[in-house]
């Protein structure tokens, strides 16, 4: 048994309560490699903004359970090093499917574990989710619940058609379950394809795709049944079309790939949504670079002259996440 609070961690409780107060959002941003991690840690330490560091059970599987505990200590040791004072780094199980997963990592040095039980059955998803939150805060680790299906693929999480969260539960499913926190369903969608061409209209001008835009009435109604409750957005990578266009102008193909506006999530950061996850993003920032490097230097073979701009389009990214959309920049000094 590892606490996280002996590698340096925190829990989410803290970072959510002064969130919802002050209008912004906690960038809970994916890695599974150093490179990832390096970047996220820098734009964190730059912009001092608290940070959720999340793995999935499959990021879990390939970069292995013990390095990945390391990493994350050393995350808040290179935070330091960058002259991060006091770093608020929280590291987070994305998507755990079962209470064996959530228990290992709790056991490993997690600060806080998702439980997904959205596709089981009402009560099901309740019973579960109270289980893993019975033995986390035990711990003092946090817990994230889900409650609506959201659309798309994310590592082994994928359902074909979302259905949006249902107010009227959220108040009992929060109240029996205990869940710290809460992932909703407003449209938003996992991977770089969120929406069908059939669901978007064109924009004349461009050519590119415009999204259906979030449930924002659920999501008030969400927030009108639980007042201050900390609220989940999954799935809101925005897919900037330059990187789509830099991997599809360097041997590539994503047709037609799209996200959430900016704009939207800029609004729900200000709300009661207090934690905001973006994957696919820094996916598209690295696979960018690194095509970019390998078609103007194809002698090119080392790793690090690839890898490394990539971490700089990523460190980029991030900081722009954090700044312009999230709003968390000077909340962690
Ligand atoms: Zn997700």
């Given at each position: 048994m590892v606490s996280y609070?002996?590698?340096?961690?925190?829990n989410t409780?803290?970072?959510?309560?002064?969130?919802?107060?002050?209008?912004?959002?906690?960038?809970?941003?994916?890695?599974?490699?150093?490179?990832?991690?390096?970047?996220?840690?820098?734009?964190?330490?730059?912009?001092?903004?608290?940070?959720?560091?999340q793995v999935s059970k499959g990021a879990r599987n390939?970069?292995?359970q013990t390095?990945l505990r390391?990493?994350?200590?050393?995350?808040?040791?290179?935070?330091?090093?960058?002259?991060?004072?006091?770093?608020?780094?929280c590291l987070h199980l994305d998507h755990g499917d079962s209470f064996e997963l959530c228990k290992s990592c709790v056991d490993f040095g997690f600060s806080s574990v998702m439980i997904d039980a959205s596709s089981l059955p009402y009560e099901e998803n309740i019973a579960l989710t109270k289980k893993v939150v019975d033995y986390a805060h035990q711990y003092d680790v946090t817990v994230e619940a889900e409650l609506?299906v959201?659309?798309?693929?994310e590592d082994e999480v994928?359902?074909?058609?979302?259905?949006?969260?249902?107010?009227?539960?959220?108040?009992?499913f929060a109240t029996r379950s205990g869940c710290d926190s809460l992932a909703?369903?407003?449209?938003?969608?996992?991977?770089?394809?969120?929406?069908?061409?059939?669901?978007?209209?064109?924009?004349?001008?461009?050519?590119?795709?415009?999204?259906?835009?979030?449930?924002?009435?659920?999501?008030?109604?969400?927030?009108?049944?639980?007042?201050?409750?900390?609220?989940v957005?999954h799935?809101?990578?925005?897919?900037?079309?330059?990187?789509?266009?830099?991997?599809?102008?360097?041997?590539?193909?994503?047709?037609?790939?799209?996200?959430?506006?900016?704009?939207?999530?800029?609004?729900?950061?200000?709300?009661?949504?207090?934690?905001?996850?973006?994957?696919?993003?820094?996916?598209?920032?690295?696979?960018?670079?690194?095509?970019?490097?390998?078609?103007?230097?194809?002698?090119?073979?080392?790793?690090?002259?690839?890898?490394?701009?990539?971490?700089?389009?990523?460190?980029?990214?991030?900081?722009?996440?954090?700044?312009?959309?999230?709003?968390?920049?000077?909340?962690?000094?």
């Open positions: 609070k002996e590698l340096g961690l925190v409780r803290e970072m959510f309560a002064k969130a919802i107060k002050g209008g912004y959002a906690i960038p809970a941003f994916n890695f599974n490699n150093m490179e990832q991690l390096q970047a996220i840690i820098k734009a964190s330490a730059e912009t001092k903004s608290p940070v959720i560091l390939y970069a292995n390095l390391y990493m994350a200590q050393g995350a808040v040791e290179y935070a330091k090093e960058l002259g991060w004072e006091h770093p608020q780094i609506g959201l659309a798309g693929v994928s359902s074909a058609v979302s259905h949006y969260t249902k107010p009227e539960e959220v108040v009992d909703i369903s407003i449209g938003t969608s996992h991977g770089a394809y969120k929406f069908t061409p059939e669901q978007c209209t064109r924009d004349p001008k461009t050519g590119r795709l415009v999204p259906p835009p979030l449930a924002f009435d659920v999501l008030d109604a969400v927030m009108e049944q639980l007042p201050g409750f900390p609220i957005l799935g809101s990578s925005s897919v900037p079309q330059e990187y789509v266009d830099m991997i599809n102008k360097y041997g590539g193909k994503l047709p037609d790939a799209v996200g959430i506006p900016e704009e939207q999530l800029r609004k729900a950061a200000k709300s009661a949504v207090c934690k905001i996850n973006i994957d696919s993003d820094s996916r598209l920032a690295f696979t960018a670079a690194v095509r970019k490097v390998f078609a103007e230097k194809p002698a090119e073979f080392d790793p690090r002259k690839y890898c490394g701009p990539a971490r700089d389009l990523m460190t980029e990214l991030y900081k722009h996440k954090i700044i312009n959309v999230l709003g968390s920049d000077g909340k962690a000094e």
